[in-house]
């Protein structure tokens, strides 16, 4: 089994729909990563969480939301969606410290109509 | 604020040729990471770099460590098919609580 699992894989919603993108994993990292992915931007950060009761914003934050129900899981909400969040979403993992590797999972994308 | 630049953007490249991709910063890296993203996959860690003119190897592939540790390189000698793939290089942010990636370089190669 994958290690960070996404849920959905694929979602089209509609303008002004609450969404919600979940993430599981098994590494039993306390740190975790919300990223979205357009083409010709990269990878970019919206939040991050350390713990369940450490939560960070990221470089692109507005019109996020995320929550840390478990230090396995790490859901990012999209309150109302709008077309400029048509994305490629991913979850990432991290064990503490400076310089460990994130581990990502599958992505979900998600096109807002 | 804190930026890692990438370069070239895209690059195509015939089966065997050389490629490199250039990550620079104007301000000093950390810990450089290098990943790599299959087509319509996710990304996958390659390695880290984090001592000034370190080089690692990894069969094909060569990263570098600039020494001033400004920039790094990864490059892959005689391309195979199987490179395809955007790699994209990341820097610890300066509290160290996450990273900066660059926007990175898509390889194509044809046979």
């Known amino acids: 089994d994958a290690d960070v699992t996404q849920t959905p894989r694929n979602r089209i919603t509609k303008t002004g729909k609450r969404i919600m993108l979940e993430c599981s994993q098994t590494k039993g990292h306390d740190r975790m990563y919300w990223y979205r992915q357009d083409p010709g931007l990269g990878l970019r950060l919206i939040y991050y969480?350390?713990?369940?009761?450490?939560?960070n914003k990221g470089e692109i934050s507005d019109g996020y939301s995320v929550s840390r129900q478990a230090q396995a899981k790490f859901s990012l909400s999209l309150e109302s969606a709008i077309p400029n969040q048509t994305a490629l979403y991913f979850c990432a993992t991290s064990d503490t410290g400076r310089g460990y590797e994130q581990y990502f999972g599958p992505g979900t994308r998600l096109t807002v109509t | 604020g804190q930026q890692v630049m990438q370069i070239p953007q895209y690059q195509h490249v015939q089966e065997g040729e050389d490629f490199t991709t250039y990550c620079n910063s104007s301000?000093?890296?950390?810990?450089i990471q290098w990943y790599k993203q299959r087509p319509g996959g996710h990304p996958v860690f390659l390695i880290q770099?984090?001592?000034?003119?370190e080089v690692k190897k990894q069969k094909r592939l060569t990263f570098q460590f600039g020494e001033a540790k400004k920039n790094s390189s990864l490059h892959i000698t005689a391309t195979q098919t199987t490179d395809v793939g955007t790699y994209f290089c990341?820097?610890?942010?300066?509290?160290?609580?996450?990273?900066?990636f660059g926007k990175g370089t898509t390889l194509s190669v044809s046979s």
């Open positions: 301000t000093t890296l950390s810990n």
């Open positions: 990341a820097d610890d942010n300066q509290a160290g609580t996450a990273l900066i």
């Open positions: 770099l984090v001592k000034s003119g």
């Open positions: 969480s350390f713990d369940v009761k450490d939560i």
